[in-house]
């Protein structure tokens, strides 16, 4: 029974050593997923991975390419895109009108508080929201070129 344990007991620290010593394999598997293989030798002993077979890239590429549920015409793509490009826009005009709504309130809570006292809170709230705003803008614009599509 100990010969036993002890044989196994060796085989996993084979196991390991080897493990450890070769590099870590990158493929893409049959979804386009890529998948990176023996990463023991970087991680802390006792953490272990799952061991999947490699699959070669040809063969990943010719199995996404024959599912025909994976698979999008030009026409549909370019309608597809288009859809995109209209969503952006009217995202951006949307965006567009609120930091406008919110520049003109922070404009006359600025007027407001030079004649009376202000809660300095709502002022700040007013910035960042206008803020926000912009960074919402510019997340939009730089998608709409990304989707190359002009303003």
Do not use: W
Request: proline content about 5%.
């Amino acid at each position: 029974m100990t010969r036993i344990l002890t044989c196994a007991l060796l085989a996993c620290l084979a196991d390991v050593a080897l493990a450890q010593q070769a590099p870590a394999q990158r493929y893409i598997d049959a979804q386009g997923v890529e998948i990176i293989q023996n990463r023991d030798a970087a991680r802390p002993s006792g953490v272990a991975s799952g061991r999947v077979a490699p699959v070669p890239k040809a063969a990943a590429a010719a199995g996404a390419a024959s599912d025909p549920k994976l698979q999008v015409g030009a026409a549909e793509q370019a309608a597809r895109d288009l859809d995109r490009a209209a969503i952006l826009r009217e995202e951006l005009a949307h965006e567009t009108r609120k930091f406008e709504a919110a520049s003109r309130a922070l404009v006359q809570s600025e007027k407001a508080a030079r004649t009376q006292p202000q809660d300095p809170a709502a002022l700040k709230q007013l910035n960042e929201l206008l803020h926000t705003h912009q960074q919402n803008i510019q997340s939009i614009t730089a998608e709409l070129q990304r989707a190359g599509v002009q303003r």
